[in-house]
């Protein structure tokens, strides 16, 4: 804690004088969950964010803006979820940047579905906690947790505990994946952090895919994710296992 500590004085000057020389950049000062908060912020100001560790770097990311290449943009692709009511009831659409999860709202309930791929029936009378599709940019988190797997590019799809054994997913960019509830489920969605609540009817689709006209830019990424400053802050088994 207290070299975290250390770390963020001494960040808060080049904070400071890095902002004050480029108003064109969004900084998200933090970890992963920093950036899901900054990154709508900045695409609707139409910035890129330059992501900076507050604790926990190597020696050559000390100084977090040194070697950053602001000419160097790098997109990450966008997933989106849309319930397509079958009836009147009302439809919505939301986008994350690394996951939308769907889960029953009540902990002692499940999800009955079936699942298609591209229109094709994928499985049927899958019952789940819920489900997960996830960008590239969050296939390292909860996403490889559940599916127990890894991806850099596409979309990733996964059942949280079902009932029986049932594959995840790793689909190419512009496929997508539709769940049908086969039974009426009060839903929770959540967009990377943002919830809200749902009545999922039987014959409404909830629809997953990539947005291909959508993407977080983002400068400064490859040092952000530089393995040496993943051991400092994982040790080395972890970032052996999910970060090769």
């Not at 100001?45 to 803006?65: E, L, M, S, W």
């Not at 591209?118 to 909860?142: E, H, L, M, Q, R």
């Not at 943002?194 to 990539?210: C, H, K, M, N, Q």
């Amino acid at each position: 804690m207290e070299t975290g500590r250390q770390e963020k004085e001494g960040d808060e000057a080049l904070l400071r004088a890095f902002a004050e020389a480029h108003p064109g950049i969004e900084l998200s000062y933090g970890g992963d969950g920093e950036i899901l908060n900054v990154w709508r912020r900045a695409s609707l100001k139409g910035k890129p964010i330059c992501p900076v560790r507050n604790y926990g770097r190597c020696a050559r990311h000390a100084d977090p803006f040194k070697s950053v290449d602001l000419d160097k943009v790098r997109g990450e692709r966008v997933v989106v979820c849309e319930l397509l009511p079958k009836g009147p009831g009302p439809s919505f659409k939301c986008d994350a940047l690394s996951e939308v999860q769907v889960k029953a709202a009540d902990v002692t309930s499940a999800l009955r579905m079936d699942v298609y791929v591209d229109g094709t029936k994928f499985c049927g009378n899958v019952i789940a906690d819920g489900v997960i599709c996830s960008s590239p940019f969050g296939a390292t988190g909860y996403f490889s947790s559940v599916a127990r797997t890894l991806f850099t590019s596409g979309i990733g799809f996964a059942f949280v505990a079902p009932t029986v054994g049932v594959s995840n997913l790793v689909l190419p960019f512009g496929h997508k994946v539709e769940v049908r509830p086969l039974r009426r489920a009060e839903a929770v969605v959540a967009a990377d952090k943002e919830t809200r609540r749902a009545v999922i009817e039987p014959g409404d689709s909830l629809l997953f895919y990539a947005d291909p006209h959508r993407r977080a830019e983002f400068v400064g990424l490859e040092e952000f994710h530089c393995p040496e400053c993943r051991r400092l802050r994982h040790g080395t088994t972890v970032v052996s296992q999910y970060f090769k």
